[in-house]
Structures are given as C-alpha cells and as structure tokens.
T-cell receptor, first 111, second 112 residues
Framework: NAGVTQTPKFRVLKTGQSMTLLCAQD?????MYWYRQDPGMGLRLIHY???????AKGEVPDGYNVSRLKKQNFLLGLESAAPSQTSVYFC??????????FGPGTRLTVT | GQQVMQIPQYQHVQEGEDFTTYCNSS?????IQWYKQRPGGHPVFLIQ?????EVKKQKRLTFQFGEAKKNSSLHITATQTTDVGTYFC????????????FGSGTRLQVQP
C-alpha cells in the first residue's frame, strides 16, 4: 500500500496563476483533509471531506477550492495564487475521527 | 475563536533529561490525539485519548488527558536523540466540525 500520496512535491507559481494539488489514498478512508503548515503556526485546516461528493470549510478556506469526486482522491485548487499562500501543504486521510495518515507534503512558493 | 494552545514552543534538553509539553483547549474536547513530525517530514500519529483522566504509556512516553477534557500533556522520560522533532496535540472540539484542531506544536531539540 502506498498510503497517502501527493503530487506535485514542489511547485513555484507566479502571483495570479492557478494550480491543483492532488491527494490520493488507497486505504478506503472516508475522511480526507487539506492542511497548510507555516513556520510556528502548526497545521491549519483548509477544507475537509467526510465522504465522496461532500466537502466542508476548515479554519482557513479563503482562496482555495476542493473537490472529492472519487473516494480515493481529494483535490485542492488555487484559482489565483497569492504570496500569502506560500506554504507546505499536507493532505491526510482517516477512518472516521481517528488516526490521520499524512502524505509527504507539497512545498509551494508563490512569487 | 476556539483554539488549542501548546507550551512551550521550543525546548532544548541534554540527552537523558526529561521533557514535557502541555496542551490547553479553549473548549471541551471529545478526544485528543498526539502527533510527531521529524524535521522535513510529515506528522505521524502517536496516540489517541478519549476518556476523562486517561493515562497511556508508550515505552518512555506518557500521555495524559485532563479530568475536564480541556488539557493534555506528553512526557518523555530520559530523552534520546531519536526524540528530536515537533510534537503536536490535536483535538476534536465540541463544535460539530468533524475534524481536528491542531496546536501550534512544541519543537524538541536533544543535545547528545
């Protein structure tokens, strides 16, 4: 099992560009999450999903959109990137409100 | 807003010394989880506590959940260099949101 995978691993964007981060899990988990991690800020929840076709806002959803068309995939979109979105993005999945399994992260820089 | 606070932010210890990090929530938690993140890595689950006053041990690590279910602690006995990393607590708040709220983490550095 690969667990949770994220693509890409690194990306540099110019202000105003768009991109999509892909998260995939092979553990048949219902719940999936997107977090961003900034120095000294811990992990902040952007959006999450408790099942295929459902999404919900987290603590810091502005500037991001998500989709969960398939149970195993959770996509995070940035429509118009801003320097404030420079961060490390982690995806995670879980079976209910239990242990979360994290992907390796995507390091995004917006110039 | 509702949040989870962690102290200290950073601790530097000599190998063999003990270490404790504390987690406090502004609201009651239905459960609390602890994660460890090595430098450059991703968070890895350590444990989950659910019951008021619960204490769990994993070798040199002891986890406690407060009686009021608003605070928790992680204690490491006789630290080793392999304990280096950032320790996060994360709780499910009684807000209806079915997701964890993470603390800001405690970064542990161990001097050999």
């Amino acid at each position: 099992n690969a667990g949770v995978t994220q693509t890409p691993k690194f990306r540099v964007l110019k202000t105003g560009q768009s991109m999509t981060l892909l998260c995939a899990q092979d553990m048949n988990h219902e719940y999936m999450y997107w977090y961003r991690q900034d120095p000294g800020m811990g992990l902040r929840l952007i959006h999450y999903s408790v099942g295929e076709g459902t999404t919900a806002k987290g603590e810091v959803p502005d500037g991001y959109n998500v989709s969960r068309l398939k149970k195993q995939n959770f996509l995070l979109g940035l429509e118009s990137a801003a320097p404030s979105q420079t961060s490390v993005y982690f995806c995670a999945s879980s079976s209910g409100l239990h242990e979360q399994y994290f992907g390796p992260g995507t390091r995004l820089t917006v110039t | 807003g509702q949040q989870v606070m962690q102290i200290p932010q950073y601790q530097h210890v000599q190998e063999g010394e003990d270490f404790t990090t504390y987690c406090n929530s502004s609201t009651t938690l239905s459960n609390i989880q602890w994660y460890k993140q090595r430098p450059g890595g991703h968070p890895v689950f350590l444990i989950q506590l659910v019951k008021s006053g619960e204490v769990k041990k994993q070798k040199r690590l002891t986890f406690q959940f407060g009686e009021a279910k608003k605070n928790s602690s992680l204690h490491i006995t006789a630290t080793q260099t392999t304990d280096v990393g950032t320790y996060f607590c994360a709780g499910i708040m009684d807000t209806g949101r079915r997701a964890l709220t993470f603390g800001s983490g405690t970064r542990l550095q161990v001097q050999p």
